[in-house]
């Protein structure tokens, strides 16, 4: 079971890249490493998913090096309403009742 | 439509009553989760009906009780809950269970036990 561990929380000014990290020393072959966001009383959100090297889609960036023990998701240019908890989420495609966990989350607070 | 629904929003029991919630789907996807999450905690996995078939329990106490009616449902039963049991219950729904499935969440049920 590939359990996660990230930052507990990260502040950073309007405009900036925020880039958060997992770990992941566990990770197993068929693993898949997915980035969720979280507001205050709502469900998470999927933000983005990689397997290997790099994805990018119109929000983020995923970087994941050639071992994929740990990953980083890139926020680029944060404003306010990134302001959440971010959740990494290591899991594979097997319907076999296999276990996956959310990361420990990571707290963004974006400063004006 | 991409929008997992969950009755009630809030919910208030003692110790000793019995409630349900509920949750709904329809983006036909075949597995269907239930989470619980505390404050400043990440969700926790409790139940996961694949194809209305429970393949995941982990270890939930039997005061909580998934139903799967259809492919499109998920009820949670709860009876004589704890106070330590109150929290945000979230539903989601993947297309397929597996934890590399982007899951859809619903906006969750604010449970209080008094």
């Known amino acids: 079971l590939a359990k996660t561990t990230q930052p507990i929380s990260m502040d950073s000014y309007e405009g900036q890249e925020v880039n958060i990290t997992c770990s992941h020393n566990?990770?197993?072959?068929?693993?898949?490493i997915t980035w969720y966001q979280q507001f205050p009383s709502q469900g998470p959100r999927f933000i983005i998913q990689?397997?290997?090297t790099k994805v990018t889609n119109e929000v983020a960036s995923l970087f994941i090096p050639a071992d994929r023990k740990s990953s980083t998701l890139s926020l680029p240019r944060v404003s306010l309403s990134d302001t959440a908890v971010y959740y990494c989420?290591?899991?594979?495609?097997?319907?076999?009742?296999?276990?996956?966990?959310f990361g420990t989350g990571t707290s963004l607070t974006v400063i004006p | 439509d991409t929008e997992v629904t969950q009755t009630p929003k809030h919910l208030v029991m003692g110790m000793t009553n019995k409630k349900s919630l509920k949750c709904e789907q329809h983006?036909?996807?075949?597995?269907m989760y239930w989470y619980k999450q505390k404050a400043k905690k990440p969700p926790e996995l409790m139940f996961v009906?694949?194809?209305?078939?429970?393949?995941i329990n982990e270890s939930v106490p039997s005061r909580f009780s998934p139903e799967c009616p259809n492919s499109s449902l998920l009820n949670l039963h709860l009876h004589a809950l704890q106070p330590e049991d109150s929290a945000l219950y979230l539903c989601?729904?993947?297309?397929?269970?597996?934890?590399?499935?982007?899951?859809?969440f619903g906006p969750g049920t604010r449970l209080t036990v008094t």
């Open positions: 989601a729904s993947s297309q397929v269970s597996g934890g590399a499935y982007e899951q859809y």
């Open positions: 566990n990770i197993a072959t068929n693993d898949y």
């Open positions: 990689g397997y290997k």
């Open positions: 989420l290591v899991g594979d495609t097997r319907d076999t009742g296999n276990q996956f966990y």
């Open positions: 983006m036909g996807h075949r597995a």
């Open positions: 009906y694949s194809y209305e078939k429970l393949s």
